[in-house]
């Protein structure tokens, strides 16, 4: 019930094409959803967060989807760039401080 | 503001030494963590803070202790290290619940 699924475990997109990385959650519970993009040797960065009472959130080419009744929350990655190739991580905290992560999605931008 | 410094950033351990990974933040964050990360895995909460003399378990707390003195800092102890806790630690940190986290850079260690 704690767990946070998240698919696919890669992903490779040309350049200028849209990235989608998808999480599903069970614990109703769960109120604070951010996602986090990592680079190789880097520790975690937020990239963008939502909570449950807001459908879509945009900021520039990064948005999160948010379906509450089917417990999934998606992030697009509008025009991709080389340099969004990365490893990105959803998220979901609990009414405790707790977060439980997913297993990542490593993204790769071809040129 | 340096954020979330953690030291070493590398470190080899033999089975059955101990050792302490050191988490300092400057932005005055009540909130610390320590995760593992591994591959396949994602991160894994291992202890966490909500404030100076308050720790509490999560995830994967077996094989290591924490303590909290300040709130600045946020230590990770191996008593006894053990092959299973090669891994990459991250440390991160956050004001209050529902915020972001700020991580650090992580620990890398092997234990041979």
């Known amino acids: 019930q704690q767990q946070v699924k998240q698919s696919p475990q890669s992903l490779i997109v040309q350049k200028g094409g849209i990235s989608i990385i998808n999480c599903a959650y069970e614990?109703?519970?769960?109120?604070?959803f951010p996602w986090y993009q990592q680079f190789p040797g880097k520790g975690p960065a937020l990239l963008i967060a939502?909570?449950?009472?807001?459908s879509e959130k945009k900021e520039g080419r990064f948005t999160i989807s948010f379906n509450k009744s089917a417990k999934q929350f998606s992030l697009h990655i509008m025009d991709s760039q080389p340099g969004d190739s990365a490893t990105y991580f959803c998220?979901?905290?609990?009414?405790?401080?707790?977060?439980?992560f997913g297993t990542g999605t490593r993204l790769k931008v071809l040129a | 503001n340096a954020g979330v410094t953690q030291t070493p950033k590398f470190q080899v351990l033999k089975t059955g030494q101990s050792m302490t990974l050191q988490c300092a933040q400057d932005?005055?964050?009540?909130?610390m963590s320590w995760y593992r990360q591994d591959p396949g895995m994602g991160l894994r909460l291992i202890h966490y803070?909500?404030?100076?003399?308050?720790?509490d378990q999560g995830e994967v707390p077996n094989g290591y202790n924490v303590s909290r003195s300040t709130t600045e800092d946020f230590p990770l102890r191996l008593l006894s290290a053990a092959p299973s806790q090669t891994s990459v630690y991250f440390c991160?940190?956050?004001?209050?619940?529902?915020?972001?986290?700020?991580f650090g850079d992580g620990t890398r260690l092997s234990i041979l």
């Open positions: 998220a979901a905290q609990t009414g405790t401080y707790k977060y439980i």
């Open positions: 932005m005055n964050h009540e909130y």
């Open positions: 803070s909500v404030g100076a003399g308050i720790t």
């Open positions: 991160a940190s956050s004001y209050f619940r529902g915020q972001p986290q700020h």
């Open positions: 614990n109703t519970a769960f109120d604070y």
């Open positions: 939502i909570r449950p009472d807001v």
